[in-house]
């Protein structure tokens, strides 16, 4: 079975879908396993490995086919502008609960907490990946392998273990949970074996993880200003953490 056609269908059923050449060239960064790649141009791809990505161009060389406009448009929803789509393996449950009950933890899990938008946790699963957290863990309805969410986090699930959990079983560590009604954050240094959650855009924290938290933290935020998106506020505490936690240099608030 050579033809890249033949080869994508066999392998899309339960593959995760990497649309475009960042998504391709992150996920092979991070140890992602990645059984067919096609491009509509190899040698525009190959040169954009050249210019962005030396570490996987040899990669890229190898598993990269050139397939005809049509072909790459039958197999990704939404043609991506650098002609690139790969499918890679979703890593196990059970890899992903391993990775996220190691200890000792050296980086905080974040935990959103029956989040809605798609985007949001795409865009929390990159900056997770960027502050090098152990996880992100969700807990709803919500698929955090769900296409949408794998395109917003540009290929950076490989990066993090990413998983969906009931809030009974989030990995241990002490839970800051946060809330514009909390404490300061500034007056709390985030310990690297932190389980730092976030509530669902619409309703905020849920009941069952307000019971199970350890500390409620805010964010600085002008009166009159209900709320920051979820994104966002996951940014400044993941900052908030690289800033002060217990490695970083500097005087305990
Ligand atoms: C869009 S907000 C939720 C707004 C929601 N209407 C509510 O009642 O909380 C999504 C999440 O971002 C976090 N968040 C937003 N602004 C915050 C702030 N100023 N301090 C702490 N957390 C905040 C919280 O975890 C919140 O549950």
Do not use: C
Request: net charge negative.
């Amino acid at each position: 079975m050579t033809d890249p056609l033949s080869r994508w269908r066999a392998q899309a059923e339960g593959a995760v879908l990497l649309d475009g050449f960042h998504a391709l060239k992150h996920a092979l960064r991070f140890g992602a396993e990645v059984p067919v790649a096609v491009t509509t141009d190899r040698t525009a791809a190959l040169s954009l490995a050249e210019e962005l990505a030396g570490d996987v161009r040899g990669t890229l060389d190898t598993l990269l086919t050139e397939v005809s406009e049509q072909v790459y448009a039958s197999l990704v929803p939404r043609p991506h502008p650098t002609g690139v789509a790969a499918l890679a393996v979703r890593p196990s449950r059970e890899a992903n609960l391993r990775a996220l009950a190691r200890t000792p933890r050296t980086a905080p899990v974040v935990v959103l907490d029956n989040p809605r938008n798609l985007g949001n946790a795409g865009a929390v699963i990159r900056l997770a990946a960027g502050f090098g957290a152990a996880g992100v863990v969700t807990t709803g309805t919500l698929d955090p392998w769900h296409p949408t969410v794998v395109r917003g986090g540009a290929g950076l699930h490989f990066a993090t273990a990413v998983e969906r959990l009931g809030v009974g079983e989030l990995p241990a560590g002490p839970l800051f949970a946060l809330d514009p009604e909390g404490e300061d954050i500034r007056g709390t240094r985030l310990p690297d074996d932190a389980v730092l959650a976030f509530g669902s855009e619409r309703t905020g924290l849920s009941p069952e993880l307000r019971a199970r938290a350890d500390h409620l933290l805010r964010l600085p935020m002008r009166p009159q200003v209900s709320s920051y998106n979820l994104a966002t506020s996951v940014a400044m505490t993941l900052y908030h953490w690289s800033a002060t936690g217990a490695g970083a240099p500097g005087d305990a608030p």
